[in-house]
C-alpha cells in the first residue's frame, strides 16, 4: 500500500475520534515526523508515515530519539491495520 493511502487513512480515523491530524512541516530541520496527532483529553503524538514494508531512515531515527528523550510518543506506520492499535495506545497514555 503506498503512503498516501495508509496518510489518508489515518486522519480519517482520527477525525472518527475527535482529533485532528495536521501535516507537520519544520523547515530546516529535516527528518521530523509527518504528521501530529491530537486526539480529545491533550493527547498528542507524532506520527511517521511509510509505505507498506519501508522503515525509518536514519536521520528519521535519530529524529525519534530525540522526541522520545523528551517525553513525547513517536510512532512509524507502514500499514493502515496498525493505525487502530496506534491510536488506542496514544488515548490511554
Given amino acids: 500500500m503506498r503512503e498516501k493511502a495508509v496518510e489518508q487513512k489515518l ?6 475520534r475527535g482529533g485532528i491530524c495536521p501535516k507537520f512541516i519544520s ?3 529535516d527528518g521530523v515526523p509527518d504528521r501530529l496527532v491530537l486526539l480529545p483529553k491533550g493527547r498528542i503524538a507524532f ?3 511509510k509505505a507498506e514494508g519501508k522503515t525509518l ?3 528519521q531515527v535519530r529524529r525519534k530519539r530525540q522526541l522520545d ?4 510518543s513517536v510512532y512509524c ?3 493502515t491495520e496498525q493505525i487502530g492499535g496506534i491510536l488506542d495506545e496514544i488515548q490511554s497514555s
Fill in 11 to 16: 486522519t480519517l480515523m482520527v477525525k472518527k
Fill in 77 to 79: 506506520i507502514n500499514r
Fill in 57 to 59: 531512515r536514519p536521520l
Fill in 47 to 49: 506520527i511517521e508515515l
Fill in 27 to 29: 523547515p530546516g530541520f
Fill in 69 to 72: 528523550a523528551l517525553g513525547f
